[in-house]
């Protein structure tokens, strides 16, 4: 196991409904160094915390709970602070994908989903362009 490999800057927002599913990701980022992670369970939260903190990366459940959903959420997070967004969904329908991959995403990832899944999304998405 790679312990260690985040740098300790690395502003996360995870924006899932799921309770034990955001704890499991929130532990997982914690035990690879990512110290700076936030948790928000709704669009509009995730928007809120977004404004606040200002993540450099956010991992968006698609389906949320609420007026505004992930792709949505994600459109306003990516335009007003110019946040990388890597989807994280139990959805492979094609629709759902194609809505969410016309936003642009830095990832996408179908759950369930393993710590090196996680891991490369972090890299790919973080990675200087």
Known sequence: MMIGTGDGNT???VVE??????????????EFGYGDVSVAVT???AIRQ?????????F????????????????????RFGSRIVYVTA???????????A???????LKPYTTADLVCAIRRALRPE
């Open 11 to 13: 502003r996360i927002l």
């Open 17 to 30: 409904d799921d309770g034990l599913i955001a704890f499991d990701m929130v532990t997982r980022l914690e």
């Open 43 to 45: 669009g509009a939260d």
């Open 50 to 58: 977004a404004e606040r903190m200002r993540p450099h990366l956010v």
């Open 60 to 79: 968006m459940d698609i389906t949320l709970k609420g007026d505004i959903d992930g792709v949505e959420a994600a459109e306003i997070i990516r335009d």
């Open 91 to 101: 959805h492979s329908d094609p629709s759902v994908r194609n809505r969410a991959m």
């Open 103 to 109: 936003t642009s995403p830095a990832g996408y990832i």
